[in-house]
């Protein structure tokens, strides 16, 4: 969502990207005539000339490229395995990211595209999801390699479960308010913040040593955090959409000179690599099934307000029922296809939703060669092996500030709740239940494994709580 990292984490940026249009309406009019007529801009057919195209596509590369990759290089930490320049399974590191890069791009190739119902052919950039993290890190936590087998069947079929809602994903919009959609984000996102502050001061594998937390740790994390706030909001443009990115930048150039950079395992690095189908394995798990088809619904919702917003953004005007359907279905089938070869799961990205309602260029082409542009990084493990020399701590600092933005984005939605008694039950029970299962979870140590791997990820029990309450509970408590 993005929220700077976490798609969308809803239609997150829908209200957002319908005041951008009508406050920047005029300018981008002027600052766009090179590019075409409004007309033109407002159509997602429209190729502008390919010497603006391209710079433009590339644009909604960078606006998500660290979002993108972040997720993998989290699963292999939490899983244990690719970190440390000696480790034996440095090489599946680099593999997951650079097919979150490759099928990022061909997600996205789906969503412009098209082919026959699938795809919305509007501007859609694809990429990792963050939303479906407090599932999967419970599946994979300390279990190494052998784990992402589980983890790639939950992908499969929860990319399937979430194609086949395409039909209805209108119908059960309903189950969903902003009460219960800023309940979920603001999950994700408290369960995501622990990640964020573990990498600031080192990681899982320095954690219990005296490295854990150092002041040279801290450092570099804030230098990532400062360098990211001045960007977002003391420069303008690419400079400002791209401020994680250049955040990450400025502090993995203060790592290196700490010392804290290495090189070693870039060179054994191939320079082109195809992917591979199963590269993981595929073992059935129910847990992981359950857990990515219930987030699966979660996710489609996200995906109708995300479309919505790049129509309203872009070109002022409402999604269709067509769009919506070809949207879902290539969400699914994206996410499907991905875990095929060992990627996470694909959804729309929803800064790249705010950066289509500040430019006013709603053609898809420039997506598409962005999407290209993916592709052709994504077929070059040497981009993945780079990727991951960055230091966990200078990661630490850009995801810090993308977690906590995903939770800000959901009090934002909880914003246009109507705080009667009823409602604040709801949240209540729901946070409080859901919150605490996520920080006791021995609470559940004589439950089985599946109940207990889904339970203790807090966010489906919260959701599962706040969406029953809320369609069985009378709109009115009593007298307030």
């Not at 799961?345 to 060669?369: C, D, E, H, W, Y």
């Amino acid at each position: 969502m993005n929220i700077i990292g976490a798609r969308r984490s809803t239609g997150y940026c829908t209200q957002a990207c319908n005041t951008l249009f009508t406050n920047r309406e005029d300018k981008m009019v002027t600052d766009n005539a090179s590019l075409g007529t409004p007309e033109q801009l407002r159509d997602p057919n429209y190729t502008p000339p390919l010497s603006l195209a391209v710079p433009l596509g590339i644009q909604h590369v960078l606006a998500m490229f660290v979002s993108n990759v972040t997720p993998a290089i989290i699963i292999a930490g939490a899983a244990g395995f690719g970190f440390g320049s000696n480790s034996p399974d440095f090489f599946n590191l680099i593999y997951m990211i650079q097919m979150a890069i490759l099928f990022a791009g061909i997600a996205t190739l789906f969503q412009t595209i098209g082919v026959g119902p699938v795809g919305a052919r509007l501007p859609i950039v694809q990429g990792t999801s963050f939303a479906f993290l407090p599932i999967m890190i419970p599946l994979v936590a300390g279990k190494g390699v052998d784990a992402m087998a589980v983890l790639m069947c939950g992908v499969v079929v929860g990319g399937l479960f979430h194609a086949c809602l395409a039909p209805f994903v209108g119908k059960i919009r309903f189950a969903l308010p902003p009460l219960v959609t800023g309940l979920v984000v603001t999950m994700i996102g408290l369960s995501l913040i622990k990640v964020g502050i573990q990498y600031a001061a080192g990681g899982v594998p320095a954690m219990g040593k005296p490295e854990f937390g150092s002041l040279n740790n801290w450092f570099v994390a804030l230098v990532v955090i400062l360098t990211t706030l001045g960007f977002k909001f003391f420069a303008r443009g690419i400079l400002s959409v791209s401020a994680i990115l250049l955040g990450l930048i400025v502090g993995y150039v203060v790592a290196y000179f700490m010392g804290m950079v290495h090189f070693e395992n870039v060179a054994k690095a191939a320079f082109f690599a195809l992917p591979n189908p199963f590269h993981f394995g595929f073992e059935f798990s129910m847990a992981a099934v359950i857990g990515f088809c219930l987030m699966a619904v979660i996710s489609a919702i996200e995906t109708v307000g995300d479309v919505s917003g790049i129509t309203k953004g872009g070109a002022g005007r409402e999604a269709t029922d067509k769009e919506i359907k070809g949207a879902t279905f290539a969400d699914g089938l994206g996410t499907a296809v991905s875990g095929i070869f060992g990627a996470l799961p694909n959804t729309s990205f929803s800064q790249n939703v705010g950066l289509i309602a500040m430019t006013g260029i709603m053609s898809r082409k420039v997506v598409s060669i962005g999407a290209i542009f993916l592709i052709v990084c994504g077929l070059i493990p040497v981009i993945g092996a780079m990727i991951s020399t960055i230091p966990i701590e200078v990661l630490g600092g850009g995801v810090i500030v993308m977690f906590g933005m995903v939770a800000a984005a959901g009090v934002s939605m909880l914003s246009e709740v109507n705080w009667n008694r009823r409602n604040m039950v709801i949240f209540a029970v729901s946070l409080s239940i859901g919150l605490g299962l996520q920080l006791v979870p021995d609470a559940l140590q004589h439950f089985p494994s599946t109940p207990k791997i889904l339970l203790t990820s807090g966010l489906l029990p919260a959701a599962f709580i706040a969406i029953v309450l809320n369609l069985v509970l009378p709109e009115e408590l009593g007298p307030e």
